[in-house]
């Protein structure tokens, strides 16, 4: 009778923690659709989906209420249960917001180069850091703390692709093409973003077949990434050992929630191009975005850039991940930039001429 007791407790404890993420969720009007200025006369739009604006300030506000959803439904998380995470710093910002307002102990193992912003934003929810100096032992490290401490062991990189309902349910690919419907090209000729996880380049390429629409799924992938190399050549285990200076996407090693198979194009982009195009974003819009944002520009740019070359008109979506306010003491610091021995005016002024002309010849790898 005890054991029933118990079970009955957790249940009602599991009904209230989905209300109140969903009643979150519900608070929460949906993320802006912003359009980026291109000459007129060009007849291709470029629309910038804002996940800045969520209630932890970027895209993975989404991801980490799926995963402890997923977590929640799937009988993994409890009223006792320590949630633990590996995480470059987003990811924990959010999923330490979810816990706090769960009530549950939250730490996340996170390399030591993380932006202090980010960290002092996990802290700041209530969540612990457990730090690595090795990014690759990230993973390990996280599935210890989990069996040492009897915890559920959240694993964004192993399940951002099937926590997210990638038929709808007001996931990002459902609320672009709402939110374009009214648009002069209201099915957009590509989608541009970047893979950290992998989530949600296969939840817009899953929802785009299963809808029928002619987008295009464009992967921008940063230096030291395995992913671009991965999808290239067919080689699932491909590893670089290194980290990227882009934080958020690109991963020393292909991680399971990365599907090739619903990308059509990926493209290598330079570091010191995601920064110039970051800036460039701040200059001529006022939008102060992270360095993943600036990767998902500059390859937007270079399939506008080959849309035009082609005598193309339509529409490009891309997204603003997270906002500047994160990497006030990194990106937009010229002493760090330097430091990392990076030359972002050759960039600019290539970003500069593409506005100006419409040609762009980045110097990043491009594949169909």
């Avoid at 999923?95 to 202090?116: I, W």
């Avoid at 991680?255 to 619903?262: G, I, K, N």
């Avoid at 010191?272 to 701040?282: D, K, P």
Wanted: proline share 5%; hydrophobic share 35%.
């Amino acid at each position: 009778m005890a054991q029933h007791h118990d079970q009955r407790r957790d249940r009602e404890w599991i009904n209230e923690a989905v209300r109140i993420i969903d009643a979150d969720a519900n608070r929460s009007a949906d993320t802006h659709l912003h359009m980026f200025p291109l000459p007129a006369d060009w007849g291709i739009d470029l629309y910038l989906k804002d996940e800045s604006v969520h209630p932890t300030g970027s895209l993975k506000h989404r991801l980490a209420r799926s995963l402890l959803l997923y977590g929640l439904v799937s009988g993994q998380i409890g009223q006792e249960t320590t949630l633990i995470e590996a995480s470059s710093g987003s990811t924990a910002v959010s999923e330490a917001y979810f816990a706090r307002m769960l009530g549950l102990d939250f730490v996340t193992v996170v390399p030591r180069s993380t932006s202090k912003e980010k960290i002092e934003l996990i802290e700041f929810y209530g969540g612990r850091c457990h730090y690595v100096d090795n990014p690759p032992e990230m993973y390990g490290e996280a599935e210890r703390l989990a069996a040492e401490c009897g915890g559920h062991y959240l694993d964004q990189f192993t399940f951002a692709e099937r926590a997210t309902d990638w038929r709808g349910n007001n996931n990002i690919a459902e609320s672009i093409f709402t939110q374009m419907s009214q648009e002069r090209f209201p099915v957009p000729s590509a989608i541009v973003v970047g893979a950290g996880t992998g989530g949600t380049s296969a939840t817009i390429g899953r929802y785009v077949r299963y809808r029928r629409h002619a987008s295009r799924i464009v992967v921008v992938d940063p230096e030291n990434s395995a992913f671009y190399h991965a999808w290239q050549t067919g080689a699932p285990d491909y590893t670089t050992g290194m980290p990227s200076r882009i934080e958020g996407i690109g991963r020393p090693r292909v991680e399971p929630s990365f599907l090739p198979a619903v990308i059509d194009e990926m493209i290598r982009v330079p570091d010191a191009g995601s920064l110039a195009a970051m800036r460039l974003l701040w200059h001529r819009t006022g939008h102060r975005a992270g360095g993943s944002t600036g990767t998902n520009l500059y390859g937007a740019f270079a399939v506008i850039a080959r849309m035009l070359a082609r005598g193309e008109s339509g529409s490009v979506v891309t997204l603003v991940c997270d906002g500047g306010e994160r990497y006030v003491h990194t990106y937009y610091d010229d002493e760090w930039v330097a430091g990392q021995g990076l030359e972002l005016e050759p960039h600019r002024i290539a970003l500069e001429e593409f506005l100006a002309t419409g040609r762009f010849d980045p110097s990043g790898e491009v594949r169909r």
